[in-house]
């Protein structure tokens, strides 16, 4: 007898890709029903494009049909869909946490973006977003190594400066302001990604420290700062 199991081809496939987070999710939502692990899910690949996109994974050796109508994912094909998966789910939260986008264009960037998250840098993207758990549908983020790593330390690593305590420290993560005009005048007052800040009040006003000056700005402007706590 021989060995059946085919070659895995490490070539990227975005339409195989797409079906695979849909496979992938697929597990999930049965699992959601009962809690219960499962080998296979009924799929049904209802457009030519979900049907290619099937072909080519089982081609790949990612999935295999089960006689009755289910899908089941191999090894391999498990392990790129939580790949995929973390991704996908990472870019929503770049989107919405750092972009402060909302609503459908979430779907439509995250895809797009998900691309552009090479591994490597999605440990980055974790870690600057503070290691998330669930996307901002709710869904569960598998966790990188960088996660596991993180389990150590306490908190996240980035905070919004309306979160911090009198007396933290850190360097400015990042800029969310919705408004060009508080974005400008946080760039004019010297506010930059990398530079060195410390709270010193909350109120009335937030008081922070960058280099040898103090600015007091009101907790709409405050909120757009993220900072990368020291520890
Ligand atoms: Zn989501
Ligand atoms: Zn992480």
């Known amino acids: 007898m021989t060995s059946a199991t085919p070659a895995v081809h490490q070539v990227s496939d975005e339409r195989g890709d797409e079906v695979l987070e849909q496979i992938w999710e697929a597990f999930e939502a049965a699992r959601a029903?009962?809690?219960?692990?499962?080998?296979?899910?009924?799929?049904?690949?209802?457009?030519?494009?979900?049907?290619?996109?099937?072909?080519?994974?089982?081609?790949?050796?990612?999935?295999?049909?089960?006689?009755?109508?289910?899908?089941?994912?191999?090894?391999?094909?498990?392990?790129?869909?939580?790949?995929?998966?973390r991704r996908h789910r990472l870019a929503e939260r770049l989107l919405v946490d750092v972009?402060?986008?909302?609503?459908?264009?979430?779907?439509?960037?995250?895809?797009?973006?998900?691309?552009?998250?090479?591994?490597?840098?999605?440990?980055?993207i974790c870690t600057l977003l503070g290691h998330p758990e669930v996307c901002p549908h709710g869904k569960p983020i598998p966790p990188g190594a960088c996660?596991?790593?993180?389990?150590?330390?306490?908190?996240?690593l980035v905070v919004k400066l309306v979160e911090m305590r009198p007396g933290q420290k850190g360097s400015i993560a990042y800029l969310n302001a919705q408004d060009q005009t508080r974005l400008n005048k946080l760039l004019a007052m010297g506010i930059l990604?990398?530079?060195e800040l410390e709270l010193k009040?909350?109120?009335?006003?937030?008081?922070?420290?960058?280099?040898?000056?103090?600015?007091?700005?009101?907790?709409?402007?405050?909120?757009?700062?993220?900072?990368?706590?020291?520890r």
């Open 99 to 124: 972009l402060d986008l909302t609503g459908e264009i979430i779907e439509e960037y995250a895809c797009r973006v998900e691309h552009l998250v090479h591994q490597g840098l999605e440990d980055g």
């Open 33 to 85: 029903k009962d809690g219960r692990e499962r080998d296979e899910v009924p799929f049904a690949a209802g457009s030519a494009e979900v049907r290619e996109g099937l072909e080519r994974l089982i081609a790949s050796g990612q999935v295999t049909l089960s006689g009755t109508g289910g899908v089941r994912l191999t090894a391999p094909g498990r392990e790129a869909a939580i790949r995929l998966i």
């Open 201 to 230: 009040r909350r109120s009335p006003s937030f008081v922070f420290q960058v280099g040898y000056s103090q600015f007091a700005v009101d907790e709409h402007v405050a909120a757009a700062v993220f900072v990368r706590l020291e």
């Open 193 to 195: 990604p990398g530079a």
């Open 147 to 156: 996660c596991r790593a993180a389990k150590h330390e306490v908190g996240q």
